[in-house]
């Protein structure tokens, strides 16, 4: 499942913080409960995307402190809802086609 | 680890408050799962560099192609507003105006093509493969650019005696002022090119850019018979045509054959 995923990361990291902001560690938790463990993505792989979505401005991000360690909290931005609702509307369209195609 | 990876972050390019922040994030993470598998150092700091520097380079690329707009508003005002070009014999002397010229000539059309080929394929990104052409191109249409401003600088010197001095002034300002984007596009192109790319495998061609067009004879042919058909209007004379024309082709070719492989110029 991961390997699979894999296109959809950006879309699937958008849509976990479009229900509040959260660090990177709190966003690959959110990412195995909502898949029930099948989302099994390299931890690793999350951090580097979540830099490319702020670059992209899809995420903004600030410092905080949490249990006295100095902590990155990203947030989604206007242009983030945005993206996630046309990734959304496009894997809609795309899982309606492939699952009419199937038996 | 967090030692680890400072020092493949380092080591690909990645400095400053850029690492740090990487190095805070990892190590709240594995304060968070002291087991969490974060992957090999080396890997995870050449996925950072990859998407760092596939980011960068195609900025570079469009601010470069902007920076060369403005150069060519600042160098090009003059040229269209010299109220009567002087007797090429008539300046200070033939060894300043010979190389004057070729600078602006050829200056501007590298500048122009790697330029906009940059942009382009900043625009149609295939990948971190492609950083490694996109920084070539940019470095080439900056040293156009530069080529290009010098050229017309010296051009203005050499006939400062003979020209309107507003004229003079206004040329001299121009280059000066090209200088201004130049500089910033260099910084954002030599910020860009430290960080290394671990993609090594070599960049698409041509038809990456300009699809069923990419085909170079052809655009040589288009560039040769522009300058043929306008020089025999301007001048109104077919045979300053043909030998500007002729002088066009061979600068073509040059250019071609010396920035083929470093700016895929092949299909």
Known sequence: MGAAVKGYLDPVILAVLASGALHGYAVIEELKARSGGELDLPEWTVYPALHRLERRGLLRSSWTTAEGRRRRIYRLTASGRRELASRTREWRTFARVVDGVLP | ?267
């Open chain 2, 1 to 267: 680890m967090i030692d680890e990876l400072a020092r493949e972050l380092a080591r690909v390019g990645i400095r400053g408050r850029r690492r740090k922040r990487i190095l805070t994030e990892f190590a709240d993470h594995l304060a968070c799962d002291p087991e969490a598998e974060l992957g090999e150092p080396r890997q995870l700091a050449a996925q950072f560099a990859d998407e760092l520097a596939s980011d960068a380079a195609r900025r570079t690329a469009l601010g470069t192609f902007s920076a060369l707009a403005v150069v060519a508003f600042a160098v090009g005002v003059p040229q269209v507003t010299l109220p009567t070009v002087p007797d090429i014999a008539g300046g200070r002397s033939m060894f300043l105006i010979g190389p004057a010229t070729l600078a602006m000539v050829i200056g501007s059309q590298i500048a122009f093509a790697a330029g906009a080929l940059a942009a382009l394929r900043a625009l149609r990104f295939g990948g971190p493969q492609e950083v490694g052409l996109i920084r070539r191109r940019v470095a080439v249409a900056l040293g156009g650019g530069a080529l290009t401003a010098i050229g017309s600088a010296l051009y203005a010197v050499n006939f400062w005696s003979v020209v309107p001095s507003w004229w003079a002034l206004l040329a001299v300002a121009g280059a000066g002022a090209s200088a201004v984007p130049l500089a910033a596009s260099a910084l954002a192109y030599m910020w860009s090119s430290s960080i290394t790319v671990s993609h090594k495998e070599a960049a698409r061609g041509l038809s990456a850019d300009l699809g069923p067009l990419a085909r170079p004879w052809l655009v040589g042919a288009a560039a040769v018979g522009t300058m043929l058909v306008a020089t025999s209007i301007f001048e109104r004379s077919v045979v300053e045509g043909a030998l500007r024309g002729s002088f066009e082709a061979i600068l073509f070719l040059g250019c071609f054959l010396a920035l083929r492989r470093p700016l895929a110029l092949t299909r």
